[in-house]
């Protein structure tokens, strides 16, 4: 009788831990994997992916040698920004020391702004980033690649064709940006020969001037597959649906 309940209380955590981080993917609209992206991302909800580890003081400016924050998150360019939890409604905050040491996936805000000191203008502040962090899991779970794409995959069929509640179906496109690299675009080619790329478009994902613009369709055997396994590149940001205008 306890191992049941033991295994139904499991059972619970885990859905609810999974319903709460559905919905987290949908609030958190982008990846920050680097301080590039922390500097396009800034003031804006994030998922924030990297090492989260015990805050390292910095060696100059008014910071230096003091310990203003516990922890930081070490970014795939070694860059590193503290992080402080987010104060929730319910009074309930992240117990953060349990990630220690650790890859993690962080749901926050990539605040700029002032960090050390306060608004007063006659007093000596110091600007900078700092994550405020409303959710944390440990990466490698399928979150971190699976909040890329900003479409409902449940819509579709294994074969690409969204089924409508009247039983039509049909197909759509999708797209995402890639480094303006020949090799990484054979890459992505060699795992969807159907992408097609559209240099000098930024399309609506915002491609910068260093990345080339890739529109594939779901019209394909395995989509669900291609399209997670597109998601788990490391230098796609976000996966979005195609709207013609």
Same mark, same amino acid.
């Given at each position: 009788?306890?191992?049941?309940?033991?295994?139904?209380?499991?059972?619970?955590?885990?859905?609810?831990?999974?319903?709460?981080?559905?919905?987290?993917?949908?609030?958190?609209?982008?990846?920050?994997?680097?301080?590039?992206?922390?500097?396009?991302?800034?003031?804006?909800?994030?998922?924030?992916?990297?090492?989260?580890?015990?805050?390292?003081?910095?060696?100059?400016?008014?910071?230096?040698?003091?310990?203003?924050?516990?922890?930081?998150?070490?970014?795939?360019?070694?860059?590193?920004?503290?992080? !402080?939890? $987010?104060?929730?409604?319910?009074?309930?905050?992240?117990?953060? #020391? %349990?990630? @220690?040491?650790?890859?993690?996936?962080?749901?926050?805000?990539?605040?700029?702004?002032?960090?050390?000191?306060?608004?007063?203008?006659?007093?000596?502040?110091?600007?900078?980033?700092?994550?405020?962090?409303?959710?944390?899991?440990?990466?490698?779970?399928?979150?971190?690649?699976?909040?890329?794409?900003?479409?409902?995959?449940?819509?579709?069929?294994?074969?690409?064709?969204?089924?409508?509640?009247?039983?039509?179906?049909?197909?759509?496109?999708?797209?995402?940006?890639?480094?303006?690299?020949?090799?990484?675009?054979?890459?992505?080619?060699?795992?969807?020969?159907?992408?097609? !790329?559209? $240099?000098?478009?930024?399309?609506?994902?915002?491609?910068?001037? #260093? %990345?080339? @613009?890739?529109?594939?369709?779901?019209?394909?055997?395995?989509?669900?597959?291609?399209?997670?396994?597109?998601?788990?590149?490391?230098?796609?940001?976000?996966?979005?649906?195609?709207?013609?205008?």
């Amino acid at each position: 009788m306890t191992s049941l309940v033991i295994f139904l209380i499991l059972v619970f955590s885990i859905y609810t831990q999974s319903a709460e981080l559905r919905s987290i993917d949908n609030e958190y609209k982008d990846t920050c994997r680097s301080w590039a992206d922390a500097e396009r991302l800034k003031n804006s909800d994030a998922v924030i992916i990297g090492r989260l580890q015990k805050f390292t003081p910095w060696e100059k400016g008014k910071g230096a040698g003091h310990m203003f924050w516990q922890y930081e998150i070490k970014l795939s360019d070694s860059t590193a920004i503290p992080v !402080v939890s $987010k104060d929730k409604s319910d009074g309930e905050s992240i117990v953060i #020391e %349990e990630y @220690l040491n650790g890859e993690v996936v962080i749901y926050g805000r990539i605040f700029f702004g002032i960090i050390i000191g306060d608004s007063d203008p006659n007093h000596q502040s110091m600007t900078g980033y700092r994550i405020d962090a409303d959710g944390i899991v440990p990466a490698g779970a399928g979150y971190e690649n699976e909040s890329k794409i900003r479409i409902d995959l449940s819509e579709f069929n294994d074969d690409g064709y969204r089924v409508r509640p009247d039983g039509e179906k049909s197909a759509t496109h999708y797209e995402f940006c890639i480094p303006a690299i020949d090799s990484i675009l054979a890459e992505v080619k060699a795992m969807d020969p159907m992408a097609e !790329v559209m $240099k000098g478009s930024k399309g609506r994902s915002g491609c910068t001037d #260093e %990345e080339w @613009l890739l529109i594939s369709s779901t019209r394909k055997a395995r989509f669900k597959e291609i399209i997670k396994q597109q998601a788990a590149l490391p230098y796609i940001r976000k996966i979005t649906e195609t709207f013609w205008e």
